[in-house]
């Protein structure tokens, strides 16, 4: 373990050196991490070989998972969302669901040799977004508001919506074939769903208001406030595991639920879970290059890249442009936010939570496709970023001209 942090500390601060450089180039980050990761890999140079299944990459993995879905969750405002980000709603509640959808039956098609509920954990793990991965998107002002919200509040949100059917897909493929009371598994199951989400709602919201309370007294510094975000986040968490319940779902919960109101207090949580869970993020990219593409690459097949590619055209942009018909975007717009749906570090997260739950032994498929879909992800919509988003601005002009 001592070595892995020393690699990536290492390529954090070096990265760091030139970040500002990378940011006006098509190179980004996950880009670097995951290149550097694999040419130290068995794969390259062999300069360090991790086990994605080892005690120390899972608890890795966790601990992100817990930052990332927290603070994800807390930026978003639920009295806002239902009123100012009508293009988000359309894309979390009818895109994702039969992004979901389209992707179990077309990888149930494809693979038949494969039990449903492996395809079904596959198709949901590449279901959710990552922003992350098209920052030059979000953060690029010729692309109007509308879209950059769009992309970012629908990241935001969907890996958290598709948490508790991945694991329960996980649970079911775990226990198939097993001598279990279906009365136990469903009491499992009911407890798992509700008991996270309660454990969660109860540390968030609380949590929040007497953040708030000793902010208004003077009582807390701004650094605790700062850390507010991690101690909040691990807490929703192990209430939850605890309680019989299902920790990463409370730490999304609890984020959504933050009861503290006061925009500063807010933004100071905000701003040290997102720069230690960058941290965290650029880890686990590390990761992903050292141990996950070395453990599937003799595994990858045509028919891998083939859900692959699906999975990053068709079986996203359908759904995207299936959501947004009548939203006033046009086309240009609807296939810029159906192209830009990269996937990324929720599910290397859940990969990984995957492997920690069922193995890497028989699981090697639906490994091999993941991976595949992720890597490609990783570079495409990075290369893609700058270009598509100077074009998609040239696009949103020519139409303002033209409605004059």
């Known amino acids: 373990m001592e070595e892995l942090i020393f690699f990536a500390a290492l390529l954090v601060f070096g990265y760091g050196l030139v970040s500002a450089l990378a940011d ?7 880009m670097v991490f995951v290149t550097v990761g694999i040419v130290a890999s068995p794969l390259g140079l062999d300069l360090l070989t991790v086990d994605a299944d080892s005690e ?6 966790k601990v992100t998972l817990v930052m990332i879905l927290f603070t994800a969750a807390s930026t978003i405002d639920l009295r806002r969302l239902k009123t100012e980000y009508p293009i988000p709603l359309r894309l979390l509640g009818i895109g994702l669901p039969l992004m979901m959808l389209l992707g179990i039956l077309v990888a149930s098609w494809l693979f038949t040799d494969t039990g ?43 890996d958290g919506i598709a948490l508790p059917p991945i694991m329960a897909c996980i ?7 097993a001598l279990t009371d279906p009365g136990h598994w469903g009491l ?6 509700a008991l996270g989400p309660l454990a969660g709602a109860l540390i968030g919201w609380f949590g929040g208001v007497l953040i708030d309370r000793a902010v208004e007294r003077e009582w807390m510094e701004p650094v605790y406030q700062r850390l507010a975000s991690f101690a909040l986040a691990v807490l929703c968490y192990s209430l939850a595991e605890l309680a019989g319940g299902n920790g990463f779902i409370a730490a999304f919960i609890g984020g959504l639920m933050l009861g503290a109101r006061s925009p500063r207090v807010r933004e100071r949580i905000q701003e040290f879970g997102e720069a230690e869970g960058q941290q965290l993020a650029l880890f686990v990219f590390v990761i ?18 083939v859900y692959a590619l699906l999975s990053l055209t068709v079986i996203r942009m359908l759904p995207v ?21 990269p996937r990324g570090i929720a599910s ?50 020519l139409k303002k001209e033209s409605s004059r």
């Open 188 to 193: 499992y199951a009911a407890l798992q769903i």
């Open 116 to 158: 449903f509920w492996l395809v079904a954990i596959m198709a949901l793990i590449l279901s959710p977004t990552d922003a992350a991965l098209a920052q030059t998107v979000v953060g690029s002002d010729r692309v109007p508001a509308p879209v950059r919200d769009a992309i970012s509040v629908e990241s935001g949100l969907n």
């Open 56 to 61: 120390a990459v899972q608890v890795i993995a």
């Open 171 to 177: 649970a079911a493929a775990g226990t198939q074939g």
């Open 288 to 305: 992903f290059g050292l141990a996950m593409v070395p453990m599937v690459i003799d595994h990858i097949d045509g028919l891998a890249l």
């Open 24 to 30: 006006r180039s098509p190179i980004t980050a996950p």
């Open 321 to 341: 442009t299936l959501s947004l018909v009548g939203s006033g975007l046009g086309a240009p717009g609807v296939a810029f936010i159906g192209w830009f749906g």
């Open 348 to 397: 290397i997260l859940y990969t990984l939570i995957l492997i920690g739950q069922l193995g890497v032994d028989g699981n090697e498929r639906i490994l091999s496709v993941i991976v595949l879909t992720i890597l490609l992800s990783i570079f495409a919509h990075g290369i893609s970023a700058i270009p598509l988003s100077s074009w998609y601005a040239r696009q949103a002009q």
